[in-house]
């Protein structure tokens, strides 16, 4: 069977609260709304790549109204979108359900976090009309990201037997790894990374959730039920989505059905999810440095340096990350970038 056009919805989760990339991303604007490795937005690139009409139907974005007034500036181009308002923040598993239970239940969804660059635009495209084929077929289908090298900052899939015609079942997620299980796996060539993007029929996700997450399905059920329409957003109701316990959908509905798949992708993917990624994901010169601003280097290997202001002079340093955005500065090590969200100004924005 072969997915019609049409059938394919993208639903952009879209929220954050801006501490990994601190300080140039923060809470009331966190990184998918900021222009970090292409002019444009993270979002806007996320809404991009699923703007051909020959293959995605109108999206529909999942944010805060912390974060609405970001997003709808951002949506130019996209008239037609839907927007919905989440009334807290509740993980994945809520939030796709919102959208879900505005779409036919034959709809094919493709979940895709708006926080992530996907370098290969062409390859996601291909990857998104395979999964969405094993979608329509009852599948609950994850992008397999292929590994760079032996993560220990993602989770896993293990390659279960083979879906034709480009598809394999999913026979077991594996948490964040120890640095040996990371090397295990990726020397074993048998497992992806966890991409978080996700194809499944409006009808099959709902099913599962009902199945293993019953109060979750039933309070984001009453919860757009009692809903409404404003200023042309959804507001679903806020007194019974309160009551949702907040869980991802991996734990909710993928770790929990028979119905896994996965789809594999080599698209120049990252989650960009700290200072060091976000270098590796950006172009460098030859020494391996990128800079931003008012920025003089010299004798300078593998850093990464930023100012939307004062003037940043570098000598002779290698694998180091400074960033000046207002009165802040950060200044990290490329080792230790990973602890930026554990600073004060990151965690008392």
Known sequence: MTVSPKQITPVILCGGSG???????????????????????????????CGDPVHFGPP?????????????????GTPA??????????????????????????TVMLVCPSDHHIGDASSFLKVAVA??????????????????GPDTGFGYLRHGEPIEPEGFRVAEFVEKPDPQRAKEYFESGDYSWNGGIFAFRVGDYLAELKEHRPELEAAVRE???EGRVAEGRFLPEAKSFQRIVSESVDYAVMEN??????????????????????HGARERDELGNTVRGPVEII???????????PRVSLIGLANVIVVIDGSEVMITTTEHAHLVGQLSGATNQ
């Open 131 to 148: 999964a969405g084929e094993l979608a329509s077929r009852g599948w609950l289908v994850s992008f397999g990201i292929r590994p760079k």
């Open 81 to 106: 979108a839907q927007v919905i308002v989440e009334p807290m923040a509740k993980n994945t598993a809520a939030a796709i359900a919102l959208a879900a239970m505005r779409l036919p239940a034959d």
């Open 60 to 76: 529909i974005v999942v944010t805060g109204s912390q974060h609405v007034e970001h997003v709808e500036a951002q949506l130019s």
């Open 257 to 278: 059905t028979t119905r896994a798949a996965m789809v594999p992708a080599d698209m120049s993917w990252s989650d960009i999810g700290n200072w060091r990624a976000l």
């Open 223 to 225: 919860s757009v039920a």
């Open 299 to 309: 004798n300078c290997r593998d850093v990464l340096v930023e100012s939307d202001g």
């Open 19 to 49: 501490t990994r990339l601190w300080p140039r991303s923060r809470a009331h604007k966190p990184k998918p709304f900021l222009p970090l490795v292409q002019e444009e937005t993270l979002f806007q690139q996320a809404l991009w790549r």
